[in-house]
T-cell receptor, first 112, second 111 residues
Framework: DAGVTQSPTHLIKTRGQHVTLRCSPI?????VSWYQQVLGQGPQFIFQ???????GRGNFPDRFSARQFPNYSSELNVNALLLGDSALYLC???????????FGPGTRLTVT | GQNIDQPTEMTATEGAIVQINCTYQ??????LFWYQQHAGEAPTFLSY????GLEEKGRFSSFLSRSKGYSYLLLKELQMKDSASYLC????????????FGTGTLLAVQP
C-alpha cells in the first residue's frame, strides 16, 4: 500500500512569493493534518482537515491557508513568503480525526 | 500553557541501553506518542501510551505516568542505525487530532 505522498520534495522560493504544497493521504484515510518543522525543532501543528472541512488551526498567520479535496488530498498555501517560513512541511493522514497519524516524507521549502 | 520537555542530545554506546525522558504540561491529554526521525526524513511511529504503565515493542519500550506528566522511551541493544532524533508528542484532547511535539532528543550511538 502506498503511504502518504507529498510534492514537491524540495522547493526554493523568494521572499514575497507564494507557494502551494500538495499531499495525498493513505487510501481510505479521510483526515489530513499539516505541520511545520523548523530545523532543530519538533513539528508544529498548522491545520487539520476532515471530510473536506477545517477541524483545527494552529497559531499561524492568515498567510497560511489550506483545503481538502473530494478525493481527500490536500493543499497547503503560503502567501507573501518570509525567510522564517523556511522549513520542512509535513503532511500526516489518519483514518478519522482521533486515529493514529502517518507522516509523509515532507516538502523542504527554502525561502531566499 | 502547553510545554513538552526532553533533553536536546544524548550519546550512548552500541549494544547498551538508553532512556530518553519526556515531561509534559498540557491543557488536555489524550495519549502520548514517541516518533523516530532520521535526518531529512519524516517522523515514523514508535509507540503510543494512553494509560499508565509500560508498553513493550521489541527493543523499544515506553512508559507513562499521567499523574507526574512523565514518559520515557527505553531503547535496548542499541544499534548504529538507532542514531536519530526521538520526538515526544502529546495528543491534544480537543476536536482535532493535533499532536504537540517536543523539540526532540538527538541520540548518537557510538561504536
Amino acid at each position: 500500500d502506498a503511504g502518504v505522498t507529498q510534492s514537491p520534495t524540495h522547493l526554493i522560493k523568494t521572499r514575497g512569493q507564494h507557494v502551494t504544497l500538495r499531499c495525498s493521504p493513505i487510501s481510505g484515510h479521510k483526515s489530513v493534518s499539516w505541520y511545520q518543522q523548523v530545523l532543530g525543532q519538533g513539528p508544529q501543528f498548522i491545520f487539520q482537515y476532515y471530510e473536506k472541512e477545517e477541524r483545527g488551526r494552529g497559531n499561524f498567520p492568515d498567510r497560511f491557508s489550506a483545503r481538502q479535496f473530494p478525493n481527500y488530498s490536500s493543499e497547503l498555501n503560503v502567501n507573501a513568503l518570509l525567510l522564517g517560513d523556511s522549513a520542512l512541511y509535513l503532511c500526516a493522514s489518519s483514518l478519522k480525526v482521533n486515529y493514529e497519524q502517518y507522516f509523509g516524507p515532507g516538502t523542504r521549502l527554502t525561502v531566499t | 500553557g502547553q510545554n513538552i520537555d526532553q533533553p536536546t542530545e544524548m550519546t550512548a554506546t552500541e549494544g547498551a541501553i538508553v532512556q530518553i525522558n519526556c515531561t509534559y504540561q498540557t491543557s488536555g491529554f489524550n495519549g502520548l506518542f514517541w516518533y523516530q526521525q532520521h535526518a531529512g526524513e519524516a517522523p515514523t511511529f514508535l509507540s503510543y501510551n494512553v494509560l499508565d504503565g509500560l508498553e513493550e515493542k521489541g527493543r523499544f519500550s515506553s512508559f507513562l505516568s499521567r499523574s507526574k506528566g512523565y514518559s520515557y522511551l527505553l531503547l535496548k541493544e542499541l544499534q548504529m542505525k538507532d542514531s536519530a532524533s526521538y520526538l515526544c508528542a502529546v495528543r491534544d484532547k480537543s476536536a482535532t487530532n493535533k499532536l504537540i511535539f517536543g523539540t526532540g532528543t538527538l541520540l548518537a550511538v557510538q561504536p
